[in-house]
């Protein structure tokens, strides 16, 4: 993974002792609230609903398990014991006290964290594969490109200030599992006809409150001018898109609005000033960064180990384990396994400081010492021995780490909804906590096969329910807590937006209505059909009806109708 020079630490530690700067201004009363708002917005702090909170970026996922273990120790010293990955792969602190965030971002520099641009009007997080670098159906491995974003978007010059957040996702997999689609730019690397690797380039995708799946606006794009092109896209976004509307200022209005002809169109010509320039990505650059993703020391092993086989036959719940949480690696007895943090009755996302040190200790003993944070809210270890699978099962069970619904109807993501976010219309934990009561049987799940559910509390779609099979979207509707479902998202190559079904229901309902949902899939499906499968041959009316049945609808607020069709 990659590791800092000298400039890096240097960058780092110069922003904490700024951000700590700001903070003392703040309290003895020379920086206004309002001052400090945009600064500590692009060091991660957020005031919420009941007080602060701290998102910590972690670079596409990968994390050492010294850093883990450094989460951690912060989470017990300066917040709850806890923290909380979210989609983009970062994690957050929900209860930091104020006054001592400057000394969180202190700790997380001398394992080389921070919190930049984790928050703000610039470009966040570059997500990527949680399988990157391992995956069999992989064309390259797409962390050194990530990395690079990482380098040139950080402290950008001229993208501090944009019209809105802007996000960028990579994928180098046949099927996409970063959701590139529903991102501001999504980029797919790709293979010319000419052996040579490039970028096919997506713009315009992203949730929230109107939906959109993004558009090709370069089928192929020379590694070399990968930067200079970013550059050129962005400067077209950033001069003409709204900043007038909140609502209206991400870069998907401005791409519709023109239209992706015209706004690729822009691009290439902002692109005839920069293109050749000085942000030409040379071979000896990219050689530099690709340099820090060598893979580890593996052993030459057969292709399977007869003693994972041999577990399987001899222990039921180990082979359900297997089944869901264990996933092929391009080198042979090797696997990389998903730790599950949809445990029943926890909230999804949140792992405890204890969890944190033993998925830690499960990295340094398994896995090379290195993790990865999930879109879906989970934790990976890459690189385990097949034979070693038994032993790292048992240890996260004991943990609270094994439960086997990696990718079924309880594997849920989920915003931290009302109890803590300061926008949120509804709570979201208390309704996964309530589906995860109503689905608590695994063997019933596997039966189900693979449903994604997912929970936002609000317009701002978090928990990304618009890609979800089943949708949760909380709602508020005269002041009271209402939920919107919709049906038929999906995520990778086909990536969908759900559709609503009909008029919100309220939280005591919800479980309901999702099993009513698929009940329908259960009583219609063919031998090999998932559930987006039956849905999109039946289409919607049959699942609406269902869940509808029987009730007494009152009409809903003409708010909420809006919001719907929004």
């Given at each position: 993974?990659?590791r800092?020079?000298?400039?890096?630490?240097?960058?780092?530690?110069?922003?904490?002792?700024?951000y700590?700067?700001?903070?003392?201004?703040?309290?003895?009363?020379?920086?206004?609230?309002?001052?400090?708002?945009?600064?500590?917005?692009?060091?991660?702090?957020?005031?919420?609903?009941?007080?602060?909170?701290?998102?910590?970026?972690?670079?596409?996922?990968?994390?050492?398990?010294?850093?883990?273990?450094?989460?951690?120790?912060?989470?017990?010293?300066?917040?709850?014991?806890?923290?909380?990955?979210?989609?983009?792969?970062?994690?957050?602190?929900?209860?930091?006290?104020?006054?001592?965030?400057?000394?969180?971002?202190?700790e997380?520099?001398?394992?080389?964290?921070?919190?930049?641009q984790?928050?703000?009007n610039?470009?966040?997080?570059?997500?990527?594969?949680?399988?990157?670098?391992?995956?069999?159906d992989?064309?390259?491995d797409?962390?050194?490109?990530?990395?690079i974003?990482?380098?040139?978007?950080?402290?950008?010059?001229?993208?501090?200030?944009?019209?809105?957040?802007?996000?960028?996702?990579?994928?180098?997999a046949?099927?996409?599992?970063?959701?590139?689609?529903?991102?501001?730019?999504?980029?797919?690397?790709?293979?010319?006809?000419?052996?040579?690797?490039?970028?096919?380039?997506?713009?315009?995708?992203?949730?929230?409150?109107?939906?959109v799946?993004?558009?090709?606006?370069?089928?192929?794009?020379?590694?070399?001018?990968?930067?200079?092109?970013?550059?050129?896209?962005?400067?077209?976004?950033n001069?003409?898109?709204?900043?007038?509307?909140?609502?209206?200022?991400?870069?998907?209005?401005?791409?519709?609005?023109?239209?992706?002809?015209?706004?690729?169109?822009?691009?290439?010509?902002?692109?005839?000033?920069?293109?050749?320039?000085?942000?030409?990505?040379?071979?000896?650059?990219?050689?530099?960064?690709?340099?820090?993703?060598?893979?580890?020391?593996?052993?030459?092993?057969?292709?399977?180990?007869?003693?994972?086989?041999?577990?399987?036959?001899?222990?039921?719940?180990?082979?359900?384990w297997?089944?869901?949480?264990?996933?092929?690696?391009?080198?042979?007895?090797?696997?990389?396994?998903?730790?599950?943090?949809k445990?029943?009755?926890?909230?999804?996302?949140?792992?405890s400081d204890?969890?944190?040190?033993?998925?830690?200790?499960?990295?340094?003993?398994?896995?090379?010492?290195?993790?990865?944070?999930?879109?879906?809210?989970?934790?990976?270890?890459?690189?385990?021995?097949?034979?070693?699978?038994?032993?790292?099962?048992?240890?996260?069970?004991?943990?609270?780490?094994?439960?086997?619904?990696?990718?079924?109807?309880?594997?849920?993501?989920?915003?931290?909804?009302?109890?803590?976010?300061?926008?949120?219309?509804?709570?979201?934990?208390?309704?996964?906590?309530?589906?995860?009561?109503?689905?608590?049987?695994?063997?019933?799940?596997?039966?189900?096969?693979?449903?994604?559910?997912?929970?936002?509390?609000?317009?701002?779609?978090?928990?990304?329910?618009?890609?979800?099979?089943?949708?949760?979207?909380?709602?508020?509707?005269?002041?009271?807590?209402?939920?919107?479902?919709?049906?038929?998202?999906?995520?990778?190559n086909?990536?969908?937006?759900?559709k609503?079904?009909?008029?919100?229901?309220s939280?005591?309902?919800?479980?309901?209505?999702?099993?009513?949902?698929?009940?329908?899939?259960?009583?219609?499906?063919?031998?090999?059909?998932?559930?987006?499968?039956?849905?999109?041959?039946?289409?919607?009316?049959?699942?609406?009806?269902?869940?509808?049945?029987?009730?007494?609808?009152?009409?809903?607020?003409?708010?909420?109708?809006?919001?719907?069709?929004?």
């Open positions: 993974m990659y800092y020079d000298s400039i890096d630490r240097q960058i780092v530690n110069e922003r904490v002792a700024q700590r700067s700001q903070i003392l201004r703040n309290l003895n009363g020379t920086l206004s609230d309002d001052e400090l708002k945009p600064l500590r917005l692009q060091n991660g702090l957020y005031i919420q609903r009941h007080g602060p909170m701290l998102r910590i970026a972690i670079p596409y996922g990968l994390l050492s398990a010294g850093q883990l273990r450094k989460l951690a120790d912060i989470s017990r010293r300066y917040d709850r014991s806890y923290g909380h990955f979210t989609t983009r792969q970062n994690m957050q602190l929900n209860w930091p006290k104020f006054e001592e965030t400057p000394e969180i971002l202190g997380l520099a001398t394992v080389e964290m921070h919190a930049i984790t928050s703000g610039c470009i966040r997080n570059i997500t990527t594969d949680k399988f990157a670098g391992v995956a069999p992989e064309l390259t797409p962390r050194p490109y990530c990395e974003l990482r380098q040139w978007s950080t402290f950008h010059p001229e993208f501090a200030f944009l019209p809105r957040k802007f996000k960028i996702a990579v994928n180098a046949t099927e996409d599992r970063a959701v590139i689609r529903t991102h501001d730019v999504g980029l797919e690397l790709v293979r010319a006809e000419s052996g040579e690797i490039g970028v096919r380039v997506f713009a315009g995708g992203g949730m929230g409150r109107t939906p799946i993004g558009k090709v606006v370069r089928d192929f794009l020379p590694r070399k001018h990968l930067l200079t092109y970013l550059d050129a896209l962005i400067r077209v976004y001069r003409y898109g709204r900043r007038d509307n909140l609502y209206k200022a991400r870069i998907k209005i401005l791409v519709n609005a023109l239209g992706v002809e015209e706004f690729a169109r822009q691009v290439e010509e902002e692109w005839t000033f920069l293109k050749d320039g000085p942000a030409t990505l040379t071979d000896a650059e990219f050689a530099r960064v690709a340099a820090h993703f060598t893979p580890p020391p593996y052993e030459p092993l057969p292709d399977n180990d007869p003693s994972f086989a041999t577990a399987q036959a001899e222990n039921k719940a180990f082979a359900a297997a089944k869901r949480s264990v996933h092929p690696h391009r080198i042979p007895g090797y696997a990389a396994v998903t730790l599950s943090l445990a029943p009755g926890s909230p999804p996302g949140d792992i204890t969890q944190m040190e033993a998925v830690a200790d499960l990295a340094d003993r398994f896995s090379f010492g290195e993790l990865r944070v999930t879109h879906e809210q989970n934790v990976v270890l890459a690189d385990v021995r097949q034979r070693d699978l038994f032993e790292v099962w048992g240890i996260a069970r004991a943990h609270g780490l094994a439960t086997a619904n990696i990718g079924l109807l309880t594997d849920m993501i989920c915003c931290p909804g009302g109890d803590l976010c300061s926008l949120a219309n509804a709570r979201s934990v208390p309704i996964a906590l309530a589906v995860q009561e109503k689905f608590d049987n695994l063997d019933y799940l596997h039966d189900l096969g693979e449903i994604s559910l997912n929970i936002s509390g609000c317009m701002n779609s978090c928990g990304h329910h618009h890609v979800a099979n089943i949708g949760v979207l909380g709602v508020d509707k005269n002041n009271e807590e209402w939920y919107q479902i919709t049906v038929g998202g999906q995520q990778g086909a990536a969908t937006i759900g609503v079904i009909g008029p919100s229901f939280a005591e309902e919800v479980p309901d209505v999702v099993e009513a949902l698929v009940s329908v899939y259960l009583e219609q499906r063919t031998p090999e059909e998932r559930f987006i499968d039956t849905f999109q041959r039946l289409g919607i009316e049959p699942f609406k009806e269902r869940a509808y049945r029987g009730r007494d609808r009152r009409k809903p607020a003409a708010s909420e109708e809006g919001a719907a069709h929004d």
